[in-house]
Every structure is written in structure tokens, then in C-alpha cells.
């Protein structure tokens, strides 16, 4: 059984790791086509599906990323999830805030002069929701396995809702997914290893 769950994750490390290679390369793809991609959706507008978008786009605020996840961990008694998934979301994070200052993207609706349907500030690239939604993902799908699509429905939907919202580039979502899932990759090893130590201590 033990080597059956060994299997498992680590072919599960492997399928994210291809998945972050896989957004990166298609965060590369998209920056070349980034402009036409905007255009092209942001005449698709419809209430219902603005409202929507609103909605999902706050699940991508970090502080209601870091909140949640601390309540969904200790009400589902998986506190050893809680350290992997804050490392990941505050260094994802700050990684991010250097790579937007490093490129310094400016965001689509000031680069074509329109009006977003929310506000945001700073830059563009990397998208920081996306970022933090994505960090947490892989820890959470470990601690609630039977949950991982709907982690990864949250993740799609906060991604789509920053382009639809017109506060970034579709290459802004994809790099910030590649950014957040690594680091969800690595913590999620240290925090686990680390709680290992500390239960042939105790």
C-alpha cells in the first residue's frame, strides 16, 4: 500500500512538473499573440458572465487565498499542509513582485486605452492572483485529493476572469500559474519532509 502511494505521488510531482513546463512554454507562445488574444475576447461581454467573473477573481486575492487556506486545512484536520502551502504562496508571491518591476508590463487597458471592469494597479506581468491561487493548488489536492478538480476549476476560473476583466494578457495568467505551481511543487516536498522530523522527534 505504502509503495502503491509512493507511485502515485510521485507521478503526481511529475504531471505538475510537465504542467509547469507545459505553462511556460505556452505563456512564451501567448506573449507573441498577446495582443490579438486581448482583442479578440474583450468585445465578448455579457452580464451575467461579468458578474461572474467578478466574483471568481476575488478567490485570487491572496489574502483571501492565505485565509482560506488556513480555514480549509484546519477545519479538514490536514494542519501539516498549513506550512508547504503559506511557504508557497509568500515566496510565489514575492517572486512575482520582482519579476513585475524586473519586465514592467504595462497592464491591457492602459496599453489600448480602455476601461477595466475592476480596478488594479502596478504591473502586469506576472499575474499575482493567478500566482497565488495556483501556489496553494498542489497542497491542497494532496490534503483533499477527492477535492483536486474543484481546487483546479478555481485556479481556471481566477485565470480567465483576470484576461475577461481586461487587467491582463493571457501570457500574464499562464506565467503566473507556471510561478505558483512551482512553488507548490517544491514547498510541498520541504513541508512534508520537515513534518516527518519532527514526528521522529516526537
Keep these: 500500500m505504502k509503495s502503491r502511494n509512493r507511485i502515485k505521488h510521485v507521478l503526481?510531482?511529475?504531471?505538475?512538473?510537465l504542467l509547469v513546463a507545459g505553462l511556460v512554454l505556452a505563456a512564451i507562445l501567448a506573449k507573441v499573440f498577446d495582443d490579438k488574444i486581448f482583442l479578440a475576447l474583450w468585445p465578448?461581454?455579457?452580464?451575467?458572465?461579468?458578474k461572474t467573473m467578478i466574483y471568481a477573481t476575488l478567490l485570487g486575492e491572496k489574502w483571501v487565498v492565505f485565509l482560506a487556506v488556513l480555514f480549509i486545512l484546519f477545519i479538514g484536520k490536514k494542519r501539516e499542509y498549513i506550512l508547504p502551502s503559506i511557504l508557497a504562496l509568500l515566496t510565489s508571491l514575492a517572486a512575482a513582485y520582482v519579476l513585475k518591476h524586473l519586465f514592467a508590463v504595462p497592464r491591457p487597458f492602459l496599453h489600448f486605452g480602455i476601461n477595466p471592469l475592476v480596478a488594479a494597479s502596478g504591473y502586469s506581468f506576472p499575474s499575482g492572483h493567478?500566482?497565488?491561487v495556483s501556489s496553494v493548488v498542489l497542497p491542497l489536492s494532496r490534503a483533499f485529493p477527492k477535492l483536486s478538480y474543484l481546487f483546479v476549476a478555481v485556479v481556471i476560473?481566477?485565470?480567465f476572469s483576470r484576461v475577461y476583466l481586461g487587467v491582463h494578457y493571457l501570457s500574464d495568467v499562464l506565467a503566473g500559474a507556471a510561478l505558483g505551481l512551482s512553488a507548490g511543487t517544491i514547498f510541498l516536498r520541504i513541508g512534508k519532509n520537515y513534518w516527518?522530523?519532527?514526528r521522529i522527534l516526537q
Design 157 to 159: 476560473a481566477v485565470m
Design 44 to 50: 465578448l461581454k455579457n452580464h451575467l458572465v461579468t
Design 196 to 198: 516527518k522530523k519532527i
Design 12 to 17: 503526481v510531482n511529475k504531471t505538475y512538473l
Design 130 to 132: 493567478s500566482t497565488a
